[in-house]
């Protein structure tokens, strides 16, 4: 059975199953379902835990050894096996549905690691364990909804937040769940029992969002102006190279341009999708900008992009922070007037 992690806690108190399977794009939610589950394990008497980790070191006769192995002190024990890749491999696959036929009773195997793909949850391993398991997709939850998920948290902490306060935290805290986790904590030593507002919140913390490249992609193609500014602010705060930030700006470029080309021609758009590693979930913003996008602006972005480039390796004197931050612009319609190459006379129209 599929089971989401907010349903997780509901789930334990009525059953415990005897194969969990946790994977996901957010590794501080993914560690904290797993916690959720050894807690509750280890009131129905399962005192015994042995951990592995599949890494080169890592043999496959763990699991079976492991899983035969009888203790002195207990006869219920957990079995936890990390999966860093979620690619058990040729010989993982056919020891974990060796497991999955023949596991011993009084055993609970929690099985973790990254976000599965679709083609990996319709594998055969996958399959024979789900048969007797329960899986436990983990998302990050996006901007729309980390103010409904920073709430629940603050809720069960027993703290009150203003919405201003809410909102802070998402800001500071978007893309670092733990930093997320452990400034709830300190509210909560700092102002018990009290309503918290945005004062107090900037007074006990400060901006520890978090992001990767791809997040900044994610900021442009779902139209997101205010994040995408935020997010390549803090990118360049922490330390992120400004060629990466070229590379994916330059990347979302020529893929809006193959979609062009693709809707003009009528072409299937799964080649794109697989080429780029598009998720389902996207493909309707992608589609959605692709539509907006016209030439001019796109010849725009070329001329940014190339400019950026000699920014950074041949130190041409100019902002790198303040080219991106008009390349981003560009894939923004709402906000850019360029309609046509009259408006792009010279740089400084953009930059002005």
């Not at 334990?12 to 959720?36: N, R």
């Not at 899983?67 to 219920?76: A, N, P, Q």
């Not at 919140?201 to 500014?229: H, I, M, Y």
């Amino acid at each position: 059975m599929q089971l989401y992690a907010d349903r997780l806690v509901s789930h334990l108190k009525q059953t415990l199953a005897p194969i969990y399977l946790v994977f996901g794009d957010e590794p501080y939610l993914v560690s904290e379902c797993c916690d959720l589950i050894r807690k509750a394990a280890r009131k129905q008497g399962f005192d015994e835990r042995q951990r592995f980790t599949q890494d080169k070191e890592f043999s496959w006769d763990s699991l079976f050894n492991a899983s035969h192995t009888l203790s002195l002190f207990t006869s219920k024990q957990i079995i936890e096996l990390e999966l860093p890749e979620a690619k058990p491999g040729r010989d993982g696959s056919a020891a974990l549905a060796d497991y999955a036929n023949a596991q011993m009773p009084d055993q609970i195997l929690i099985l973790f690691g990254a976000h599965l793909r679709k083609d990996q949850q319709k594998s055969k391993w996958f399959q024979a364990l789900q048969k007797n398991g329960v899986f436990i997709p983990v998302y990050s939850p996006d901007r729309n909804k980390l103010p409904a998920f920073v709430q629940q948290r603050a809720e069960r902490l027993g703290l009150t937040l203003e919405p201003e306060a809410t909102q802070q935290l998402c800001n500071w805290y978007e893309g670092n769940l733990l930093a997320l986790s452990q400034a709830l904590e300190k509210l909560k030593l700092l102002y018990p029992e009290q309503r918290i507002n945005l004062a107090a919140v900037e007074g006990a913390n400060e901006d520890s969002s978090r992001f990767d490249v791809f997040s900044l992609r994610d900021t442009l193609v779902q139209q997101k102006p205010k994040a995408f500014l935020h997010c390549l602010q803090r990118l360049l705060e922490t330390g992120t190279e400004p060629v990466l930030i070229h590379w994916v700006l330059q990347r979302l470029h020529f893929t809006l341009v193959n979609l062009r080309q693709a809707l003009r021609q009528k072409q299937n758009l799964q080649a794109i999708w697989a080429a780029e590693n598009i998720w389902a979930a996207q493909q309707d913003h992608y589609l959605q900008l692709a539509r907006k996008d016209t030439p001019y602006r796109s010849q725009a972005r070329i001329h940014l992009l190339e400019r950026l480039e000699y920014a950074l390796k041949r130190d041409s004197g100019e902002s790198p922070q303040i080219l991106a931050t008009h390349i981003g612009l560009l894939f923004m319609p709402q906000l850019s007037k360029l309609d046509s190459l009259a408006d792009f006379t010279h740089p400084a129209d953009i930059e002005g």
